[in-house]
């Protein structure tokens, strides 16, 4: 069984520009979450999709959105991207059933604004 | 509020040493899971052990074992005979963020284990 693809794995942007990642999820898994990770904050929540619908959502501004897809594909998209945007995105999946679910885990979008 | 403090920033110990990674959680709730994660260098995230608020039995899986301790809000991660490979970022997380996909990270202990 594949596991979580994140795309791209590298990215480098410009202040001010938009960018868009992608997460394919574990065939047959319907809940897709998305994490920041930096340095400074660590691991921090971004938003959840369950079968197209946002389901949670982490305190983030409104620069940062996403969106699932009828085959639960995500994608999530950050506008007007400043210097503090620069992270590793990760995406995680999972059935979406229980809180006691594991979530299995991407490797990442290394986005890096210059 | 819910939190999860991971007081250990950097471990490092030589191989075939034992090593304890604290984890200490904060919530108001009465249902609630806690994990272990490990990230290597690559970055993904790997699943390590879960365990819900109503079972406080230690579990031990091998060279890897966990004391999960309601009384202090502990769920504390212990490697015996550390092994290179065991170098690592390890997390602890706390389910409550609402939904399953939102988990309340710690911000992780780095495991150098050096042979």
């Known amino acids: 069984k594949a596991g979580v693809t994140q795309t791209p794995r590298y990215l480098i942007k410009t202040r001010g520009q938009q960018v868009t990642l992608s997460c394919s999820p574990i065939?047959?898994?319907?809940?897709v979450s998305w994490y920041q990770q930096t340095p400074g904050q660590g691991l921090q929540f971004l938003f959840e999709y369950f079968s197209e619908t946002q389901r949670n959502k982490g305190n983030f501004p409104g620069r940062f959105s996403g969106r699932q897809f009828s085959n639960s594909r995500s994608e999530m998209n950050v506008s007007t991207l400043e210097l503090g945007d620069s992270a590793l995105y990760l995406c995680?999946?999972?059935?979406?059933?229980?809180?006691?679910?594991?979530?299995?885990f991407g490797s990442g979008t290394q986005l890096s604004v210059l | 509020a819910q939190k999860v403090t991971q007081a250990q920033t950097e471990i490092s110990v030589v191989e075939k040493e034992d090593v304890t990674l604290d984890c200490v959680y904060e919530?108001?709730?009465?249902?609630?899971?806690l994990f272990w994660y490990k990230q290597p260098p690559s970055g993904e995230l790997v699943f390590l052990i879960r365990?819900?608020?109503?079972?406080?039995q230690n579990e031990i899986s091998g060279r890897y074992s966990w004391n999960f301790q309601k009384s202090t809000s502990s769920f504390n991660f212990t490697i015996t005979a550390s092994q290179v490979v065991d170098s690592a970022v390890y997390f602890c997380a706390l389910s409550g963020g609402g939904s399953q996909g939102n988990l309340i990270f710690g911000k992780g202990t780095k495991l150098s284990v050096k042979p």
């Open positions: 365990r819900n608020s109503f079972d406080e």
């Open positions: 995680a999946s999972s059935g979406g059933t229980g809180l006691n679910e594991k979530l299995f």
């Open positions: 065939s047959g898994h319907r809940s």
């Open positions: 919530t108001r709730d009465t249902t609630y899971y």
